[in-house]
C-alpha cells in the first residue's frame, strides 16, 4: 500500500515509516522540518502541509492511505501558530483526500480532548463531548481539529476516516507532553491532587496505528494500554522525587528552578485524571499493548536518568 505520512519527521512517525517500510509499504513523507539521515527508501518532501507544494505531493504521488501526524501539541508554541498548523493543515490533509482519491485517512489526536476538571467523570468513551475549554483554551486549535476530522465521517462517506485519541506516550525517544513534564529534576505536584496517568509505550503506539490501517476502521477511538498510575508512583517509576506545593505557588514557580514550563490551564492536568475507555479500538482491531506500565516507565528512566 501507498502510504502518506504528514508531520514523518518526528520521532514517533519515524519508526511508523519504518516499520511501514520494512512490511513492504511504499512510504512517502511530508513534513517542513529535516529528517537527516531518511533511507532512500522513504520518499521524502521537505514542504508546508498547507501551501501547495504539498497538494502536488498527493496529486502526483497518489496515496492510497495518509496518517496525518503534523499537529502540535506544545504548549510553549505561539497560540496562533498552532492554531493555524492545527486547524488549516487538518483542513488540507482532508481536501486533498477528497481531490486525489486517498481511500483512508487515519488522524492522531489526543485524549487530552476530553478536558480535566473536578466534575467530569474518570472514564472518557468516544460520544463524551470535550469539557473544560473555558479554563484550558490552548487546548481549543486541537479539540476543533479532532471536530473537524471526526465531521468527515459523514461529509466524506467514501474516505474510511480513523481519529485515534492517544493517550500520553512515554519511552525511549522523550518526546511528547508527559515525557517533557518528567524530564525535570523534580515532578511538581498540586498539593492535596495525585491524579492517575495514563501513557503508552512508544512501539505500542507504533502497533496501534498500523492496525489502524491494516483494519481499516472508521470512527472515532480512544486508544490507550496498561492501567493508569498515580503521578506520584509514575515519578518514582522514573527516578524523579516529587514537589508538592501549593497551587499559586506553583503557578508562580513554573518554568522556572528547574520546573516544567506549562500554560495556566495545564494545572488541571496534574490534579485531576483524563482516563479513557479504549475498549472499542481493542475490539475493533484486536490491539493488546506488549509494554506494561513500569516497562515503559523503566524505559524512560533508562533513556532519561535523573542527572
Not at 493555524?84 to 487530552?112: M, P, S, W
Not at 507532553?177 to 525535570?184: C, I, V
Not at 501549593?246 to 482516563?275: D, Q, S, T
Not at 490491539?287 to 524505559?299: G, I, Q, S
Request: hydrophobic share 45%; net charge positive; charged share 20%.
Amino acid at each position: 500500500m501507498k502510504i502518506l505520512i504528514a508531520g514523518v519527521a518526528g520521532g514517533i512517525s519515524q519508526k511508523l515509516a519504518l516499520e511501514l517500510v520494512a512490511r513492504g509499504h511504499q512510504v512517502i513523507g511530508i513534513d517542513v522540518r529535516p529528517w537527516p539521515g531518511a533511507p532512500s527508501s522513504i520518499e521524502m518532501h521537505r514542504v508546508d502541509l498547507r501551501k501547495r507544494a504539498a497538494e502536488d505531493v498527493f496529486r502526483k504521488s497518489r496515496p492510497q492511505a495518509v496518517v496525518h501526524m503534523a499537529t502540535v501539541a506544545q504548549l510553549g508554541a505561539n497560540i496562533e501558530d498552532r492554531a493555524r498548523i492545527n486547524l488549516d493543515g487538518t483542513q488540507a490533509v482532508f481536501e486533498h483526500c477528497k481531490n486525489y482519491g486517498v481511500e483512508q485517512c487515519v488522524i492522531v489526536g489526543r485524549h487530552t480532548y476530553y478536558g480535566a476538571a473536578s466534575d467530569t467523570a474518570l472514564y472518557h468513551r468516544e460520544t463524551e463531548p470535550p469539557h473544560a475549554l473555558g479554563e484550558f483554551p490552548e487546548l481549543a486549535d486541537l479539540v476543533a481539529a479532532d471536530l473537524f476530522a471526526g465531521a468527515a465521517l459523514w461529509q466524506q462517506p467514501r474516505l474510511t476516516t480513523s481519529v485515534l485519541r492517544l493517550c500520553y506516550t512515554l519511552g525511549p525517544l522523550g518526546q511528547g507532553t508527559l515525557a517533557s513534564f518528567l524530564k525535570g529534576r523534580a515532578v511538581p505536584m498540586v498539593m492535596g491532587f495525585d491524579p492517575l496517568f495514563q501513557f503508552l509505550h512508544e512501539d505500542d503506539v507504533i502497533t496501534a496505528l498500523i492496525l489502524a490501517l491494516e483494519k481499516k476502521v472508521r470512527g472515532v477511538f480512544n486508544v490507550a494500554g496498561p492501567q493508569p498510575l498515580p503521578l506520584s508512583a509514575l515519578a518514582h517509576e522514573v527516578g524523579r522525587p516529587v514537589l508538592p506545593l501549593p497551587e499559586p505557588i506553583i503557578r508562580m514557580m513554573l518554568g522556572r528552578f528547574g520546573l516544567p514550563k506549562l500554560a495556566a490551564g495545564a494545572l488541571n492536568h496534574i490534579k485531576y485524571p483524563v482516563v479513557i475507555d479504549s475498549s472499542a479500538f481493542k475490539t475493533a482491531t484486536g490491539f493488546v499493548h506488549k509494554y506494561d506500565e513500569l516497562a515503559t516507565a523503566r524505559a524512560f528512566k533508562q533513556a532519561f536518568p535523573l542527572r
